[in-house]
Structures are given as structure tokens and as C-alpha cells.
T-cell receptor, first 111, second 109 residues
Framework: EPEVTQTPSHQVTQMGQEVILRCVPI?????FYWYRQILGQKVEFLVS????????KSEIFDDQFSVERPDGSNFTLKIRSTKLEDSAMYFC?????????FGPGTRLTVL | EDQVTQSPEALRLQEGESSSLNCSYT??????LFWYRQDPGKGPEFLFT???AGEEKEKERLKATLTKKESFLHITAPKPEDSATYLC??????????FGAGTILRVKS
């Protein structure tokens, strides 16, 4: 059964550094998403992406964040200058007509 | 603003003891109500999508129902492996899902 995959599973970085989180959505899905979940809190929407552009973004998704689909399979989330409060699980998801399917997540720890 | 409230926050059941989880929602133009299962440190695992009041979906010991204001996830004769956090989410206008805080289910043998 096709799955969303994410790399790395855990990323540790210093405050102020740039990080890139990578995702491979399910191959025939057209909509892609990033969500995050701070420890003990709700899953929060960050951004949706369709037809090579952002279709919707939340207030969290400020100028420090960007997304890209550099080729036909990968979907990336870049955080330009990480802050302590960016520490969270980041989930990629892709959607078909049935629903949104999530990857296993990348745990980002900002020191 | 779309909102989702789940209750109870936590539920402990004995193996075989059936129960229900509640998801109350307010949304502008419901385009889907979703149930997910989440194990610790893992991503949400898709269970069901419901679109309209009166709709029901079943999968093994789980059954999801939908009214105009809430959804229930019924668990029949649960087993220890059903222990997880169950998340409810809604999609209104737009693409994003709005999640509730989840119900932590523990099933003891």
C-alpha cells in the first residue's frame, strides 16, 4: 500500500540555523500539506500546495517558512532561521478523494 | 472559525468493554469529517471520512457516525491493540484540516 515517507526522522539543529525537511507524497496525489504538532498539543495546519503553488497557509507559516516541489516526487519544507519554539513534530500529508494521508513525521529539536 | 472539541480527554476500558468517543464541531460548510488513529511518536493514521449527517462507516471494531453537530466513534469489544490517541478533524472551505485535541484510549486486558 502506498505511503507518505519523510526524512529525516529526527533533526537536531542550533537556533538560527536553516533546516530542510523532506517528504515523498503518494505518487498519484495532487494536494500536499505540512502540519506540525508541538508536544502535547493539537496537530496544526501550516500550508497546502497544489499545482506548484501555495493554495492556503496559516498564520504560523510566516516568511521564515517556505515550501518547494523541486522534482516530480519530493516536497520540502524549509525553515530559514530556526527558533526554540519551532521544536515540534512536522508531518507531511497528501490527499486524494478519500482523505489526507500523513507521513510518519520528522521530529525537529532546536537547541 | 472552525473548531473541534473531543471528549473525553482520556478513556480507560477493559478488554471487551464497548464505548464511544465524541467529536463536536463547528464549521463553515462541512466538506468532510475525518477520524485518525495516532500512536505515540507516529503520524496520524487515516480511519474514516464522513461527509453528511446520517452517514456511517465501519472498520473492524470501529464504527463512525455523523450528525449535523457531532460525530461518534464507537468501539465494540476493544482489544489492547486498540490503545492509541483518536483524533477527529474537519475540513470546511479550503484545504486544511482542523484537528481536535484527541481522546487517549487505553484498553487493559
Amino acid at each position: 500500500e502506498p505511503e507518505v515517507t519523510q526524512t529525516p526522522s529526527h533533526q537536531v539543529t542550533q537556533m538560527g540555523q536553516e533546516v530542510i525537511l523532506r517528504c515523498v507524497p503518494i505518487s498519484n496525489h495532487l494536494y500536499f500539506y505540512w502540519y506540525r504538532q508541538i508536544l502535547g498539543q493539537k496537530v496544526e495546519f501550516l500550508v497546502s500546495f497544489y499545482n506548484n503553488e501555495i493554495s492556503e497557509k496559516s498564520e504560523i507559516f510566516d516568511d521564515q517558512f517556505s515550501v518547494e516541489r523541486p522534482d516530480g516526487s519530493n516536497f520540502t519544507l524549509k525553515i530559514r532561521s530556526t527558533k526554540l519554539e519551532d521544536s515540534a513534530m512536522y508531518f507531511c500529508a497528501s490527499r486524494n478523494q478519500v482523505g489526507q494521508f500523513f507521513g510518519p513525521g520528522t521530529r525537529l529539536t532546536v537547541l | 472559525e472552525d473548531q473541534v472539541t473531543q471528549s473525553p480527554e482520556a478513556l480507560r476500558l477493559q478488554e471487551g468493554e464497548s464505548s464511544s468517543l465524541n467529536c463536536s464541531y463547528t464549521v463553515s460548510g462541512l466538506r468532510g469529517l475525518f477520524w485518525y488513529r495516532q500512536d505515540p511518536g507516529k503520524g496520524p493514521e487515516f480511519l474514516f471520512t464522513l461527509y453528511s449527517a446520517g452517514e456511517e462507516k465501519e472498520k473492524e471494531r470501529l464504527k463512525a457516525t455523523l450528525t449535523k453537530k457531532e460525530s461518534f466513534l464507537h468501539i465494540t469489544a476493544p482489544k489492547p491493540e486498540d490503545s492509541a490517541t483518536y483524533l477527529c478533524a474537519v475540513r470546511g472551505y479550503g484545504n486544511k484540516l482542523v484537528f481536535g485535541a484527541g481522546t487517549i484510549l487505553r484498553v487493559k486486558s
